[in-house]
């Protein structure tokens, strides 16, 4: 006689380890195979877009660090580019420079992050977290030396950055370059062909292109699929234009490749680094722009980058006031976040907290 | 290749001919707000035949719009702005489709969610804080605030 079993409803979260903040889940399990899942959020919701009716628009800045706080300079970049989208100003080349270099170091600190996580999910206890944080802990402190902040950065300002880089940045810039490239050689070295890692990810919560697409998902889980959309080829933005990279695609869509697509994005990204590093002239670091800012009334903008998660956009309207009159973000964690049920249903609970860590979610941007 | 944003113009050319009667007259300005300055990139079309549209925009083989990149709600007192980001893949350009809703009571739009599953999150959080409904939208609830939680707080009226 076969063994009686009946579904079992368990609250994963929202306090867990692995749910990369407050974020709950809500699963229904035969034994150990998931059969309904049911994401809930909300629990981190500041009111984010609501908060910003009632700040300047230089302010706003700060509330966007507080997103994806993990890669804040990306999300000050793309509201800055709304708001220069709204005033119609040109932004200086230096500064335009200055963006993109530090957008992608905080790309790679990002990722450097989210694979860290992604392994500790897989339950590597630490090691490889520690060997991210690592080089992630000198992009923070490159990060301190431009602007005296480590997380919540407010680099970039609407029509450039803040401050000019100081003079010791650029020699500890070349020494970061330099230690990253033995540091990440060691990491890949030791997870990308790692045996157990490919085991234990390979063929597992498959997400394929068309059902990517139609879920509006964006970004290194899009790329993972096999497309090669990428907004800073597509719609380049600051300095991009003038940079040469690679987009990396995978073809599965299995959660190795979801991993193995940021390991190499780290790559591309040190590439335009150093093409910053080379290309960037002397200049003024910041349009004139009006203490407060009053863009024309009725003028919307919708400006967008690819952050690290994804497809990042602000959605501006004014009214004419020192306040936006309606601030939209798209945040492309909760949008990748419309696949859950798909790539969970039918896989093992072991197999549910790395399928999430591969996601790379993360809950200030998904509950704004 | 850089990605193109169609214009009005074109986008309302061939919609007006694939959907009769769906394309809503560009809005005499009743108020300041409604947005002049981007309306040469806009179109307009009536809310009751949004699902109409938006499934002509994807199916076309012309316009082939199959990724939907964000729904936006703007409250204006009087009326709400609906606002959809399109994008296609394949034909690498993108639009901006509006629509518009009278009243504040009873608000509901015809929901995109069997077209473009991403639109599932984004209808319910534009339920959740501007309370307008999309019919059609199979698991139509609140997203960041609990059930039972009074009023929807990114309306203008709200605080």
Redesign the interface.
Known sequence: MPIQTEPMTVNIGPQHPSTHGVFRLRVTFDGEEILEVEPIFGYLHRGTEKLAEERNYTQIVTLTDRLDYVSSMINNQAYCLAVEDLMGVEVPMRAKYLRTLTAELQRVASHLMGIGFFLQDLGTLGTPLMYSFRSREKILDLFEMLCGARITVSYMRPGGVFFDAPEDFWPALDQFLEDFETEFAEIEQLILENEIVMVRTRGVSILPLDMAINASVSGPVLRASGSDWDWRKKAPYDAYDRMEFDVPTATSGDNYDRFWVRMQEIHQSIRIVKQCVEQIEPGPTRAKVPLIIRPKPGAEAYGRVEASKGELAFYLVSDGGISPYRMKVRSPSLINLTVTEHLLVGWKLADMIVTLGSLDINMGEVDR | ???LQLSGEDLAEKVGAGVPDSLATVFEKPT???????TNHVLWVKSSRVADVASFLKSDAGLDF?????I????YINHFEV?Y?LTS?NK?HTA?IKTRLDGREELSLPSVYHL???????ER?IWD?MGISFTGHPNMKR????EGFDGH??RKDY?
């Open positions: 290749m850089v990605v300041e707000l409604i947005p002049e300055l981007a199959n990724f939907l990149n964000s936006s709600a703007v409250d606002i980001h893949m690498q901006i473009w599953r991403g639109a599932d999150f984004q959080e804080l997203i960041m605030l609990w707080p990114l605080l």
